[in-house]
């Protein structure tokens, strides 16, 4: 993947999910969280477990952390970074170690599933995976075409 195409993605999805947040009201799960599913449409292992990462950190610090300690603000953040990393570790493991952890995609990818697991705490379930879908299908199409001119 050439490095132009990584930045004209990032620069794409930061400027649509401002502009979808702007006229919708509904976050796409972050302002990178878009981008970042942009660039791994290719790789459904990788786009697929960040969503299910991103949910199951939702549900476990929703759920489970929560109702043991006091989570609000930046420490329920770093709830959400904390299982989502010990999530892809354990993913990591049992898959054979298909995620290089020295990639750049895939650590960003940790990262991106807590902000989606933060999105659906605060939005819920349905517009977060609404407005994520749809800006992450306008930020891929958009990239693609500009690839092709």
């Known amino acids: 993947m050439e490095l132009s195409y990584v930045y004209t993605t990032i620069i794409l999805g930061i400027a649509v999910s401002l502009i979808f947040t702007e006229i919708t009201g509904i976050s796409a799960g972050g302002i990178v969280v878009p ?41 329920k953040f770093a709830a959400f970074v904390f299982v989502a990393l010990i999530l892809r570790i ?3 493991l049992a898959l054979g ?6 990639d750049a995609l895939t ?22 995976l609404l407005g994520t879908g749809i800006v992450t299908v306008i930020v891929y199409g958009a990239a693609e075409l500009i690839a092709v001119l």
Do not use: C, H, W
């Open 107 to 128: 650590s960003v990818g940790v990262i991106t599933a807590a902000l989606l697991a933060s999105t659906i705490s605060k939005q819920g379930v349905g517009y977060t």
């Open 97 to 102: 170690g298909i995620f290089d952890a020295l």
């Open 90 to 92: 354990i993913l990591n």
């Open 35 to 75: 981008a970042y599913l942009a660039l791994t449409v290719n790789q459904p292992s990788v786009l697929i477990s960040t969503l299910a990462i991103g949910l199951i950190a939702y549900v476990a610090v929703e759920f489970g952390l929560s109702r043991l300690m006091m989570l609000y603000g930046k420490r």
